[in-house]
C-alpha cells in the first residue's frame, strides 16, 4: 500500500515538475491582498499588528513551521498520548496537517516566483507591492519545510499521505533550485547585486540542504521505504540536479571554504571579516553537515578527505560559539577573534538564536547522525554528544525562565548581559519558531519527556514537559488567532 502511494506521487511528482517547467510562472504583480493575512507582531489578546504596513513571508514560513510541529507531534505517543490531550490524535492531528497545506499552497501561489521568494508585500492604495530586493535570510528554513513532506506518513489517513507526498513538490524543490541556478556560480552564493559574504555564503548552503537531504534519504538505509522507492533518474528529474551536480557543487564550494578560512579564529572571512550574524553562524553549521555528508556518501576516497576536513571545521566553529552561550541565547552578532568569540552586539534577537537551535538540532542537522551516512561525531567527536543534550535542556530551561513576559509570550529581544527583556513585542515569526525548537529539542536532554515516558520519570520532569507542552499550544493558539 505505501509503495503503491508512493508511486502515484512519483507520477504526480514527474509531471508536475514537467509543467512548473514548460511554461513560465508569470511575474509578481500588485495584488488586492493575500488570500490569509498573517501579520508580523500580535497583541496578547491576538490583535493583528502589521510592520510597515507589510506582510512578510518568513511570517507565514514560520506560522508552516508552527502547524506542522503541532501537528506532527500529536501522534498518541506525544501531545496526543493520554497523559496530556489524547483528543488531539488523530482528528485534530489531521485537520492540522490540512491546514498546513492551505496555507503552504496561499504562501507558494503569493510568494513564490519561480523560487525566488518574495520577502515583502507592502500595501499601498489598497494593492500590495512586492519587495525588489531578495532576502536571502529567508531560504536556509523556509526549504526547511520539507520536514512536513518527510514525515507525511505520521497521518493515518491515505489520502492526507497521499496530498503531503503530492502537493508539497514545488514548494520544497523551488528555493534550492533557483538558488543553485541563479545564486550559485563557481562555488560561491551571491546576493542579487553579486555580492558575496558570509550571509549570501551561509544562507545560500543552508538554503540548498533539502537537495543535498533527498540524495542523502534517498541513499542512507532507513530511507528505503522513502526516497529510496524513488529511482536515481526519478529523483533527478525531481530535482533538477543530479548527484554528480550536486558533488560538483560541493567541491566547488569546499574550494571557496578552504580559501576563507581563517585557522587562527576558527571562522571563514569571504571579504566582510570576522564579525558573523548569529543565524549565519547556525545556516552555514546546518549546510555544511548536509555537504560533508553528501561529499563522504557519494564521493570518491578524496571527496572523503575532503569531507572529513569541512567536518573538523564544522566542529571547530561550533566549539568556538558555544562558551558564548548564556541561559537566554547568544548576542545577535559575533566576533570570532584569535582569543576566541566576542560578543559583538548587546543583544539577544530570540528569533535568530531559535533559529540557531533549530539548525543545530532540528530536522537532518548537525547532531544527527545516522546508519549509511558518515557519523564523523560517532567516529570521532563523541565528546560533542553530550553537548548537544545540555544545550537543548539549557536552552529550553531558559527560554521558560528569561524569555517569556508577564503576559506569557515570547518576547522579540532580551539583554545579553543579563537577559532582561529589551523588546516585548510578540513576533508571528519568533514564536513560531519557539514552538518548531522547542518540539524539536525537547527530548534531546534529559530535563524534558515525552507524555509516553510521565509515568515513568520523576514527578518534576513531568510537571516541567507539561508546561513546555502548554507553552507551545500557547504560542500555536495566539498564531492562529492572528490569521485574518
Aim: charged share 25%; proline share 3%; net charge negative.
Amino acid at each position: 500500500m505505501k509503495i503503491y502511494r508512493f508511486t502515484t506521487f512519483l507520477l504526480f511528482s514527474t509531471f508536475v515538475i514537467g509543467s512548473f517547467y514548460s511554461c513560465s510562472t508569470p511575474e509578481k504583480e500588485s495584488v488586492v491582498s493575500p488570500e490569509i493575512m498573517i501579520p508580523a507582531f500580535v497583541t496578547p489578546n491576538g490583535e493583528s499588528l502589521f510592520h510597515e504596513n507589510s506582510v512578510y513571508v518568513n511570517d507565514y514560513s514560520n506560522t508552516l513551521h508552527a502547524i506542522f510541529i503541532i501537528a506532527g507531534n500529536s501522534r498518541g505517543s506525544e501531545y496526543g498520548h493520554p497523559n496530556y490531550r489524547p483528543e488531539l490524535y488523530p482528528e485534530f492531528m489531521n485537520q492540522r496537517a490540512e491546514e498546513w497545506l492551505d496555507l503552504m499552497h496561499i504562501t507558494d501561489r503569493f510568494f513564490n516566483d519561480s523560487g525566488r521568494f518574495v520577502n515583502q508585500y507592502r500595501r499601498t492604495e489598497g494593492e500590495y507591492a512586492p519587495a525588489e530586493f531578495l532576502d536571502m535570510s529567508i531560504y536556509p528554513h523556509l526549504v526547511y519545510s520539507y520536514h512536513m513532506h518527510h514525515r507525511g506518513d505520521r497521518f493515518n489517513d491515505p489520502v492526507l499521505f497521499e496530498r503531503l507526498s503530492r502537493e508539497t513538490t514545488s514548494f520544497i524543490t523551488m528555493p534550492g533550485r533557483f538558488l543553485l541556478s541563479e545564486r550559485f556560480s563557481e562555488g560561491l552564493f551571491s546576493h542579487e547585486n553579486g555580492d558575496v559574504d558570509h550571509l549570501s555564503m551561509s544562507y545560500g548552503l543552508a538554503g540548498i540542504h533539502g537537495h543535498g537531504y533527498a540524495w542523502i534519504v534517498w541513499k542512507k538505509p532507513d530511507g528505503a521505504d522513502n526516497m529510496g522507492l524513488i529511482s536515481e533518474e526519478m529523483l533527478d528529474a525531481w530535482l533538477d540536479y543530479s548527484i554528480s551536480d550536486m558533488l560538483e557543487t560541493y567541491r566547488s564550494v569546499a574550494e571557496r571554504l578552504d580559501d576563507a578560512w581563517d585557522e587562527k579564529r576558527n571562522t571563514y572571512n569571504f571579504g566582510d571579516g570576522v564579525i558573523w550574524a548569529t543565524d549565519a553562524v547556525g545556516a552555514v553549521i546546518r549546510g555544511k553537515k548536509v555537504m560533508y555528508d553528501a561529499l563522504y556518501m557519494f564521493g570518491d576516497e578524496s571527496d572523503r578527505e575532503l569531507a572529513l576536513r569541512v567536518f573538523d571545521r564544522t566542529a571547530n566553529m561550533f566549539e568556538t560559539v558555544t562558551p558564548l552561550i548564556r541561559p537566554w541565547g547568544l548576542p545577535e552578532k559575533i566576533a570570532f577573534t584569535e582569543a576566541g568569540a566576542e560578543a559583538a552586539s548587546d543583544n539577544v534577537n530570540l528569533y535568530d538564536w531559535y533559529q540557531f537551535l533549530n539548525h543545530i538540532g532540528g530536522g537532518f542537522s548537525f547532531d544527527r547522525e545516522r546508519d549509511g551516512t558518515s557519523q564523523f561525531i560517532n567516529r570521532y567527536r563523541e565528546d560533542l554528544r553530550p553537548q548537544f543534550g545540555q544545550l537543548a535542556d539549557d536552552a529550553l530551561l531558559g527560554m521558560m525562565e528569561y524569555h517569556l513576559s508577564d503576559n506569557g509570550f515570547v518576547a522579540f529581544s532580551v539583554d545579553y548581559e543579563n537577559g532582561s527583556i529589551l523588546d516585548d513585542r510578540i513576533s508571528v515569526s519568533t514564536a513560531g519558531m519557539l514552538v518548531t525548537v522547542a518540539g524539536n529539542l525537547y527530548t534531546h536532554g534529559n530535563a524534558f519527556a515525552r507524555a509516553d515516558g510521565w509515568n515513568d520519570t520523576d514527578s518534576e520532569t513531568a510537571v516541567r514537559s507539561r508546561e513546555l507542552y502548554d507553552l507551545k499550544f500557547r504560542h500555536f493558539e495566539l498564531i492562529s488567532s492572528a490569521i485574518k
